[in-house]
């Protein structure tokens, strides 16, 4: 059973447009990262969030961390398609053991 | 390049043989996880080092599955007698915080 829930599961969108991707749960987590993982690699550690309503920037991605500490979201503006990967949520309630989503696969067509 | 490290790349098997793989972790960091993934899915955890301590196992971790961190540097991921649902990837990654960071991963197929 996957605690967290992305959406959606795949997005195809061209080069320019904006996108939003959602990761939901109904458990509380201490902290939340995301990743992006391209085929054959292991996933490569975009951000981690930690405080309820923050927010962070990396470059044109802004990530955002509810205020109840249960659901997180990832804006790209203006995508690439050097955007293109599979964008993973994983949080951490107990213990050590990341618990991640599925994913949203993106790809950004030129 | 000192980022997380796995070998095998990929290993190709078949059923009933004994594979092991090997994940050297970010020198500093005293955790180190073992994860799966299939096709199609998120990571799942399997196992939890801190240091040489195997600190927490998964479910999905049957008795066939034994890992090792001999020395609380280097660990090995050892699957007895696999089979065809063992075909995976298979990722390592190492913290000294709450930030994961992972290796290239080991790609077995199992026929």
């Known amino acids: 059973t996957q605690l967290l829930e992305q959406s959606p599961q795949f997005l195809s969108i061209q080069e320019g447009e904006n996108l939003t991707v959602y990761c939901n749960s109904s458990?509380?987590?201490?902290?939340l990262q995301w990743y992006r993982q391209e085929p054959g690699e292991g996933p490569v550690l975009l951000v981690t969030?930690?405080?309820?309503?923050e927010v962070k920037k990396l470059k044109r991605l802004t990530f955002q961390f509810g205020d109840a500490r249960k659901d997180s979201s990832l804006h790209i503006t203006a995508a690439q398609p050097g955007d293109t990967g599979l964008y993973l949520c994983?949080?951490?309630?107990?213990?050590?053991?990341?618990?991640f989503g599925k994913g949203t696969s993106l790809l950004v067509t030129p | 390049d000192t980022g997380v490290s796995q070998n095998p790349r990929h290993k190709i098997t078949k059923r009933g043989q004994n594979v092991t793989f090997r994940c050297d972790p970010i020198?500093?960091?005293?955790?180190l996880y073992w994860y799966r993934q299939t096709l199609g899915q998120g990571p799942e955890f399997l196992t939890y080092?801190?240091?040489?301590?195997?600190?927490?196992k998964s479910r999905l971790l049957s008795d066939r599955f034994s890992a090792e961190r001999p020395k609380g540097s280097f660990s090995t991921l050892e699957i007895q007698r696999t089979e065809q649902g063992d075909s995976a990837m298979y990722l390592c990654?190492?913290?000294?915080?709450?930030?994961?960071?992972f290796g290239p991963g080991t790609r077995l197929t199992v026929l």
């Open positions: 990654a190492s913290s000294w915080n709450n930030e994961q960071f």
């Open positions: 080092f801190q240091n040489e301590a195997q600190l927490e």
């Open positions: 020198s500093e960091h005293n955790r």
């Open positions: 458990s509380v987590f201490s902290s």
């Open positions: 969030v930690v405080t309820g309503g």
């Open positions: 994983a949080g951490v309630n107990s213990g050590y053991a990341l618990n």
